[in-house]
């Protein structure tokens, strides 16, 4: 066992070995960044670039900001580990090493690092086959806060700059805070280049993916609170706030299907917001008969049937809609073939079961139930046989 077991690792090993020849650390300033210190490696912002197969490439790339305080950098479970995850997705990341108050930096100094890296990915998109509105950053604790105040405190280049990067936007297009260590309406204020600190979210926040736990107190009660303030608003927010364990700093929490669920859950977020994909979604309106009555109450659910990474949309059928649907271009799908899903929960309404179990609908007449989603609005009208 032992033997099969030493076997097993090295093989592990290997593999690690063959995918970390593939990554490339470039340097943010290779001149040497602002109030620099030094020379040492600590002085040098970095970003490691982890970049998913050729053949399973969304186009979409994500800055990791590991947590530690701004003291360390938890590089593993924090980092590297989440890079991969994020390949096996097909999405590009970029692990970012920004400098920490233990080598004498201000947190204002690891902002200017975060908002370089999202220029350095942004203005790279084509080399690294990303769309440059789909540069995103991932940050745990410490950076959550930093991704976060990128996302306050950005700006869109300065036109008259000399240097190229300086040129160039470096809003995320969209952000995931993992258990932000300071993050909240009141706590998210940062003094940088003079300006006034920044007291309030805005309107220009970008959608966010927010995830804590209750044994992390006040880090997941800031959550919520961020994202109450958020979507009042009006900005796309999500927030995961799981109960009972969860320590601060768990990482990807593999070994706890609780909290571990949020790296799926954060994928799926991407997926149904379009941020996987660069085709506009389209309007559907529309009427499901289920053997010659209207469907009373379900869902009707349109999924892609050439990718994965564009959004499905869905729409809810209660007893009042008779039947009919609408769903907005802006949950709407993408141009082309979806396969129909569509759940029956009640045939009639009342106080008295009107069914054993919902129904799972696929077919009528013995087809698969199809859809092709065209440009501008659709209608489609489902005259469903299961009889």
């Known amino acids: 066992m032992l033997a099969r077991v030493t076997l097993v690792a090295s093989a592990l090993i290997l593999s690690i070995a063959i995918f970390a020849a593939d990554e490339k650390t470039i340097l943010l300033w290779p001149d040497g960044a602002p109030n620099a210190k030094g020379t040492a490696d600590a002085d040098k912002p970095s970003l490691t670039i982890f970049l998913p197969p050729a053949d399973k490439a969304t186009g979409t790339g994500i800055i990791v900001a590991p947590g530690g ?3 360390v950098l938890a590089i593993d479970h924090e980092g590297q580990q989440v890079a991969r995850w994020l390949n096996s997705k097909g999405i590009a990341a970029f692990l970012l090493t920004y400098r920490l108050k233990t080598n004498k930096y201000a947190v204002s100094d690891a902002i200017l690092d975060g908002e370089r890296a999202v220029r350095y990915v942004r203005s790279h998109a084509k ?3 990303l ?3 789909r540069i995103g950053m991932l940050g745990f604790s410490a950076g959550a806060h930093l991704s976060a105040t990128v996302g306050i405190d950005f700006d869109y280049g300065d036109a008259a700059s000399k240097d190229a990067l300086e040129t160039v ?3 995320p297009d969209f ?3 993992i ?11 940062i003094e940088k280049r003079a300006k006034p600190a920044a007291t309030a979210l805005t309107t220009t926040f ?4 927010l995830f804590g736990t209750a044994q992390d107190g006040k880090t997941s009660d800031r959550a919520l609170d961020v994202a109450k303030a958020l979507r009042g608003m009006g900005v796309e927010v999500e927030v995961h706030s799981f109960g009972g364990w969860g320590p601060h700093g768990l990482g990807m929490a593999v070994g ?3 909290p571990g669920a949020w790296p799926e859950l954060f994928h799926t977020w991407l997926r149904r917001n379009g941020l996987l994909t660069d085709q506009p979604r389209m309007a559907i309106k529309g009427h499901v008969n289920i053997d010659g009555k209207p469907l009373n109450r379900g869902w009707v659910t349109f999924y892609p049937s050439d990718s994965s990474n564009k959004p499905f949309a869905a729409a809810y059928l209660g007893h009042g809609n008779k039947g009919a649907f609408t769903i907005d271009a802006k949950f709407g799908a993408c141009a082309g073939q979806c396969r129909v899903e569509i759940i029956e929960e009640a045939i009639e309404f009342g106080t008295k079961p009107s069914i054993e179990n919902y129904v799972k609908i696929t077919q009528s007449k013995g087809a698969p139930i199809t859809f092709e989603v065209k440009p501008g609005e659709n209608e489609a009208e489902f005259e469903i046989v299961t009889k």
Do not use: E, I, R
């Not at 258990?179 to 204020?189: A, N, P």
């Not at 970008?206 to 993916?209: D, G, I, K």
């Open 169 to 171: 936007s470096c809003k």
């Open 127 to 129: 080399d690294f086959s």
């Open 256 to 258: 706890d299907s609780g």
């Open 179 to 189: 258990y932000g260590s300071s993050l909240s309406t009141d706590d998210l204020k």
């Open 131 to 133: 769309s440059s509105n």
């Open 206 to 209: 970008p959608p966010a993916f």
């Open 69 to 71: 305080g701004y003291s």
């Open 175 to 177: 952000l995931c805070l």
